[in-house]
Structures are given as C-alpha cells and as structure tokens.
C-alpha cells in the first residue's frame, strides 16, 4: 500500500471529502460483517507456516502458550488475523498500522526525559495498512477477554463500544489540530488516576497508583537484580532453561565463540542506528555476557538475545534485547513497505508510533550465527518502566475504561502517520463505526474460539507438539 503521509497538497476539506468518499466503497455499518469464506486458509497451516522459520525446541512452547486459553491463542494468532483482514474489504485509507494492537500491548513505559506515560509497546508486525485494521484487533481482543473473565453479551459491548468510541472522539479532536500538537501529544502517566471516572470508586484509584508505583520499580535496575548473579567473582546471566539459557550453556565452546563475535558485531553495527549521543552513550558500556531469552506468546521461537553490558563498574548495568525480525505479517496483504531490512520496519514504525520512545532502539542485519544465514534484528532496552495490565482482574467498567484508553492512544499512533482529517470524516460524529464494530468483535471472538479448537485437536492428534514453559 501506498505511503501514510497525507497529500500535502489537498487542503482539509479535500481530505475530509476523500474520507467520506470511502464510506462508498465500505460503509460504516458494513464493518460489523465477518465471513470467513468456504477456503479459509487451515489456520494450524498458517501457524505452522510461522514456526518453520523458529528455533525448532522452542516452537512447542508457543503452540503450549497458544494453547492455555483462546486469549492466550489470540496473543499468537496475528498472521491469522491479518489472513481474515486481509480478504476483506477495507477504507483505503492507509495509516502505520502497529500490526498486533491488542490490549496487552498496550502498557505504561518510560520516556527519555523519565515520564511514565501510557502507550503502544508492540511493533514487531508494524507496517502502513488500512487504520481499521488496528482498531479491530483491538476490539476483537477485548471481547476475548471479557468472555475469560464471564462478561455478559452487553457488558462486552459496552467495553468495545467505549474503545472504538474513544478512538473516533480522539481522531476527530486530532483532525482539528495542528501537526505540531499533534506531534507532541502524549498520554502522560500520572494523569491517569485524574481521569478516572468518579463512578470506578476509591479501589479503582489506588489500583490505578500502585500499577504507577509498580511500573517505576521494573526497570533495569529490577530486572539487573533478578537475572543475573556473581558466578567466580564475574557478573553473569543466570540460567532458568528453557526460557533462560546463556550463551555458555547453549553452544560448545568453538560454535559459542564465533557467535558472540557475531553478536559483538551486531552491537557494533546497531550503534551506527543510533543518533551520535546514544552512541557515544553506548560506546561507555562493555558486553559481558549473552542469553537466548524466550519471550511473548506470537514471539516464541524467534531469535531474541539478552545482552548484559556493565558501564563504570558492577552497579552501571545495561540490559538489552536483540530480537529477530521477520517479515510483518501484514505484508501479505498490504505490501512489503519501504524497508528491506525488517529491524529498520519494526524501529521506523515504533519511532512513527510511540509518543515517547527507548533512546536505545536501533537495528542491524547480521550474518552468521548458529545456522550461518542472515537475520534482520532491532535492538531495544530490556526493560525500562514498564507497567502490564491484568485484564482478568478487571470488573466490566475498569475494562471498558482500560479499553478507551487504548483506543484513545491508538487514535494519537494513527493521527500521527495517516490522514487524521480523512479517517475522522470517515467515522463522523455518529456512533455507527461503534456499533458496527462491536458486533464485529463478537463474530471474530467466535472465530477465534473455534481456531483454538483446532489447534487444540492438532495437539491431540499429534500434528503439532506443545511444551508448557
């Protein structure tokens, strides 16, 4: 698909016209269909399809992860997702799509200037696509979740109607402003607890202040404390196989060798990423030591390394993580994108995205390693501030204004990189695009239930083998 940036030669009525225009090719209540066609693509296939390019003993820990509930599955099934998208008719009004927008990636995190803001955090799958695309994962994920936890039909509808409903207020805000404001617009953490809705109670506010609280104690500092441990007067990874295991454990000493000087190149190369003073930054810190790190649910099985690097001394750690890129699983269906090297798509698409990003986040393509072939990689801090909802704790009314915070922030992504004029003319001021899309989050949970079915009774049979970890 063609690039996000809106012709800047239209003036704001054109776009608005051309937004209202696709309500010809794609209705807003035509939104609420989904029928999956007679030759629906297997989807074991397509998941299979993914963990043939996987470290091969870790796949069955994804299938095992994929496996625990239809939630979990979700997490995992993006490129199924994106088949069923990708077939159906869209606006054609292309936006930075994060690829995988559903509600757990979505999370407080730190900015460079040590604000703890709300955000997107997942961009593995980022590509330009049509913005809808993003706002239904997202609606699908929260009727998923409103089953696990035994919300009734109306209670779920509620939820999504608050998210999609948020997203449509925020993108027409967004529409009337400039794109400096635009720009510098971010959810500010702290506020948070301020917006909550009096009808959410005390309880809801002091949750709302212990996962801020919470949240600024997982940082490198946390996370240096718990993975690693003094091994012969030497700071190391500490081994917790099979999610944990470090470079000495996993290769024979000549194999372990050549791949660190493999690594150590990609953190040379990756530095070349960063703008001057992060890499002046970077160049302060020495490698120490290396782990294959298992991570996610849809991530299991990529290539995703731990680096531990110490500064000054002992207590001047920096944790990073090289995970392995691949190609999105949009680009099927809307096209590879400008970026041949698939780390500079997944840094390019977060820059794009995120209000606030890691001043860490670079890429590299090496070539080598266990297999000798050649990988695309992005390079980010390990963890830094990070707070993770807990949807099965939420009641109905802390979901749906959990879910409005999602759809206000992805409105912030999409306007951001897309034509915020065109997409808000699209949805109107009505609440058709809301309704539309609840009905169709409730057909894609069914789906999705009966696709986690299949994998399931591939279990069974033995077509695939799953590992819980």
Not at 222 to 244: F, M, S
């Amino acid at each position: 698909m063609r690039a996000t940036t809106p012709d800047v030669h239209l003036t704001p009525h054109e776009r608005a016209a051309r937004g209202k225009a696709a309500r010809d090719r794609l209705p807003r209540a035509g939104h609420a269909l989904f029928e999956p066609p007679a030759n629906r693509t297997d989807p074991v296939e397509i998941v299979e399809r993914q963990s043939a390019a996987r470290v091969p003993e870790l796949v069955p820990i994804r299938y095992g992860r994929m496996l625990e509930s239809p939630f979990r599955f979700y997490r995992g099934a993006a490129a199924i997702m994106a088949s069923d998208l990708g077939a159906a008719p869209h606006t054609g009004i292309v936006a930075q799509l994060c690829g995988d927008a559903h509600l757990l990636n979505f999370r407080l995190l730190a900015s460079a200037e040590r604000h703890l803001v709300f955000d997107i955090n997942d961009f593995d799958e980022t590509l330009p696509g049509p913005w809808e695309w993003d706002v239904k994962r997202l609606a699908a994920s929260l009727v998923i979740a409103g089953r696990e936890n035994g919300f009734s039909r109306k209670q779920r509808r509620a939820v999504v109607r608050g998210a999609v409903g948020a997203y449509r207020d925020a993108m027409r805000g967004f529409a009337g402003m400039t794109n400096l404001d635009v720009w510098y617009t971010q959810a500010d953490a702290d506020q948070l607890r301020d917006l909550l809705p009096e009808r959410l109670g005390k309880g809801a506010r002091d949750r709302v202040s212990h996962a801020l609280s919470t949240a600024r104690t997982r940082d490198t500092e946390q996370a240096y404390k718990k993975l690693t441990k003094v091994v012969d007067g030497e700071r190391r990874i500490a081994a917790d196989p099979p999610l944990i295991v470090p470079l000495s454990d996993l290769l024979p000493h000549v194999a372990r060798h050549e791949l660190e000087q493999q690594i150590r190149l990609l953190i040379k190369g990756y530095s070349r990423s960063l703008p001057s003073d992060r890499r002046h930054l970077l160049e302060q810190f020495r490698l120490v030591d290396i782990a294959r790190k298992v991570v996610g649910v849809g991530s299991v099985g990529t290539r995703c390394w731990v680096l531990l690097l110490l500064g000054t001394d002992d207590e001047d750690p920096l944790l990073l993580q090289a995970k392995e890129a691949d190609q999105s699983v949009l680009a099927p269906y809307a096209g590879a994108g400008e970026y041949e090297n698939q780390g500079q798509r997944v840094v390019s698409g977060q820059r794009l995205m995120q209000a606030a990003g890691d001043i860490f986040l670079g890429w590299e393509r090496v070539t080598g390693g266990i297999d000798g072939l050649q990988r695309d990689f992005y390079v980010r801090q390990l963890r830094d501030w990070k707070g993770i909802a807990v949807p099965h704790l939420m009641p109905p009314d802390q979901l749906e204004y959990f879910g409005s915070l999602c759809g206000t922030t992805l409105a912030r992504a999409h306007a951001r990189s897309g034509d915020r004029i065109a997409i808000a003319a699209y949805l109107g001021s009505s609440d058709s695009f809301d309704r539309a899309l609840a009905e169709f989050a409730e057909l894609y949970a069914d789906q999705n239930e009966r696709d986690h079915q299949a994998l399931t009774d591939a279990a069974r049979t033995g077509r695939i083998t799953a590992e819980t970890a």
